[in-house]
């Protein structure tokens, strides 16, 4: 062993310790042996539960978001509907606009159309 | 036809060491004296390789602590020693790490006794001063050589067996072995450079 690191390392290795044994065995009383192995098992016992659970949530929201989906496509269908009237709830009053410039408010409805006749001529007020 | 003769193979260890864990995963005590009076010298050597001396006893502690609390989801596809090695090598990092991070004294205190108490009764100054120079060397290595080199050094471990232990290839425990050796001889120049040949 030619090598100065080699021979440092070969001298700071531990001595064989016969006595490590008892010391860590003093320290592991039967109370904490219990309560660590009780905690192992429920460590492993939540490990166990974290991935059913995570594919459970996973596919409850799939298929929610599905629903949605199909339910906001579907003709008729109870998103629809509600989107229908959420639309209307929001569009300009175009009626009320065309009114007030004059025009009836059936010419108003046929100028909202497309391929309408052409509006009449404004009543007289 | 001369008496049968009986050889203890792999297979029949293998069984025993899982007997062995079943029984002290149920609470037998013997079961777990017989686990480390079985590994704690081991473990002992290991973790003196990241804490000084006067704190490996509760460092040991705290290993076969975990190594109690693993003993449920212990399944068996390692040896047990092997595993217990792991353990020790992760529990011996942490304690590494708060070691660093709590402000240490200037100076030792002048009623500090100069020679080691325990198991080295007689160990003189210059073996306990070469030690702490070597943990301090220790210290400024990053964690992954740190671990090659204990096992290496303080257990004697082939770089198969560290392999096993620390989940990486023989080339890359090689490989970090020679690395870390390089950055020993520098952060230990002086006390190399001092070295007389024999």
Same mark, same amino acid.
């Given at each position: ?15 064989p310790d016969d006595g490590a044994a008892d010391r860590v065995l003093a320290g592991l ?97 | ?31 777990l004296e017989a686990i480390v009076r079985a590994h704690a010298p081991a473990v002992q ?12 006893d509760?460092?040991a502690q705290?290993?076969f ?48 006794? *100069?020679? @080691?108490?325990?198991? $080295?009764?007689? =160990?003189?100054?210059?073996? #306990?001063?070469? !030690?702490?120079?070597?943990?301090? /060397? *220790?210290? @400024?290595?990053?964690? $992954?050589?740190? =671990?090659?080199?204990?096992? #290496?050094?303080? !257990?004697?471990?082939?770089?198969? /067996? ?13 490989? #970090?072995?020679? !690395? ?19």
């Amino acid at each position: 062993m030619t090598d100065p690191l080699d021979r440092l390392l070969a001298r700071v290795v531990p001595e064989p310790d016969d006595g490590a044994a008892d010391r860590v065995l003093a320290g592991l009383g039967p109370e904490r042996v219990a309560d660590a192995l009780a905690a192992g098992e429920l460590e492993r016992a939540a490990r166990r539960a974290l991935w059913p659970s995570g594919l459970l949530a996973l596919a409850g929201l799939l298929t929610l978001g599905g629903w949605a989906v199909v339910q906001a496509h579907r003709p008729g269908g109870h998103l629809a509907g509600h989107l229908h009237h959420a639309k209307q709830l929001h569009a300009p009053s175009e009626d009320h606009t065309l009114v007030l410039a004059g025009a009836s408010v059936r010419d108003a409805r046929r100028l909202a159309l497309p391929f309408a006749a052409a509006p009449s001529a404004p009543e007289k007020r | 036809m001369g008496p049968a003769t009986t050889h203890a193979g792999p297979e029949s260890a293998t069984e025993a060491e899982a007997a062995l864990v079943a029984r002290a995963r149920s609470g037998d005590r013997a079961a777990l004296e017989a686990i480390v009076r079985a590994h704690a010298p081991a473990v002992q050597a290991i973790v003196q390789g990241y804490v000084e001396r006067g704190e490996a006893d509760d460092v040991a502690q705290e290993v076969f602590l975990r190594v109690v609390q693993g003993l449920p989801g212990f399944d068996g596809r390692a040896r047990l020693g092997t595993w217990i090695f792991r353990v020790a090598t992760n529990v011996g990092l942490n304690a590494a790490r708060s070691r660093r991070r709590k402000p240490r004294p200037a100076s030792l205190p002048e009623d500090a006794p *100069l020679v @080691a108490a325990g198991p $080295e009764p007689g =160990a003189n100054l210059d073996a #306990r001063e070469e !030690r702490a120079a070597f943990l301090r /060397a *220790l210290d @400024a290595l990053p964690d $992954e050589f740190r =671990a090659v080199v204990v096992l #290496r050094v303080h !257990r004697g471990l082939s770089f198969e /067996a560290i392999a096993e232990v620390l989940g990486i290839a023989r080339p890359t425990a090689e490989s #970090r072995m020679a !690395r870390a050796k390089d950055r020993l001889r520098g952060l230990l120049a002086p006390r190399l450079s001092s070295e007389v040949r024999p």
